[in-house]
């Protein structure tokens, strides 16, 4: 199957920045709109959806970054480009749009690679719900996250946030968020564990960088067998999930990186993993 892969590193990008480190393992996608808070659009949530489902054939991206141009990370749908043409659209046609943008949610989700969302200022509607598909967060203390959809008239229930959002921060935490739209602080978001940790302004996307770095040259193999089962125990009794992680651990052990970790171990030595 390894016919199928392909690198990354120069894919074009139409709707936000691409970028990609000198190895080729950690990929960056800004969200670049900065003089409207970084909006997303139609284009740019098909865009999206479709690159992180692709990226399962990447041979060359291990990790990436998700961050926002300018100081902010997303102000969420365009006002004008998407709210405006959604009051005017039929049922059929809104429905495909719930469902397209919902698919962006799942190609997040199955997508291999650990996403890291790096956060700063406002981090609103569909913005929000971006981190909270990422797999990991990390924010500024100036990070402003808000659900705010029932602000303009829609239900909380918005691209899987009711079902991913009280798994990370509680039933009651989520509900208090999704109904009343309010802003969460950075400090509470960090300390209700939507957030990883909080850096300044000015380190948040290096910290993001590193923690990719080494996630990007660890067991790449292992982390994306973690990912799956984190995503996919949610709905196992605890017998099916342990039946499932024992499954999961027996191929991660039939892999080379299980026996160079072994070797590098036993000569006191840095693993260097492959992944495979």
Not at 177 to 191: D, N, P, V, W, Y
């Amino acid at each position: 199957m390894a016919g199928h892969l392909r690198p990354f590193k120069d894919y074009q990008a139409q709707h936000f920045l691409w970028e990609v480190s000198t190895d080729g393992r950690v990929a960056t996608i800004r969200l670049n709109r900065p003089d409207r808070k970084n909006p997303l659009t139609f284009e740019s949530y098909a865009e999206l959806r479709d690159l992180f489902r692709n990226l399962a054939y990447a041979s060359d991206v291990r990790a990436v970054i998700l961050t926002g141009a300018g100081g902010n990370f997303s102000s969420g749908g365009d006002v004008f480009e998407i709210i405006e043409p959604l009051t005017q659209m039929a049922m059929p046609d809104l429905l495909a749009f719930t469902r397209m943008t919902g698919d962006l949610v799942k190609a997040m989700k199955k997508c291999p690679q650990p996403i890291i969302a790096a956060v700063d200022g406002i981090c609103a509607g569909a913005g929000a719900i971006l981190a909270m598909a990422s797999d990991l967060r990390l924010a500024t203390p100036e990070a402003k996250t808000a659900f705010l959809f029932t602000r303009v008239g829609l239900a909380g229930a918005d691209m899987g946030a009711c079902g991913i959002l009280p798994r990370i921060i509680g039933q009651g935490r989520a509900a208090e968020l999704l109904f009343t739209g309010r802003a969460m602080s950075a400090s509470e978001g960090h300390a209700w564990g939507f957030y990883n940790a909080l850096h300044a302004a000015a380190t948040v996307e290096a910290e993001a960088l590193k923690l990719a770095q080494s996630l990007a040259d660890g067991p790449w193999f292992a982390h994306t067998m973690t990912k799956t089962m984190l995503n996919q125990e949610w709905a196992m009794g605890i017998d099916e999930m342990i039946e499932s992680e024992a499954q999961a651990q027996a191929v991660c052990m039939a892999t080379k990186d299980f026996r160079r970790a072994f070797e590098a171990f036993a000569a006191k030595r840095k693993p260097v993993f492959e992944g495979n």
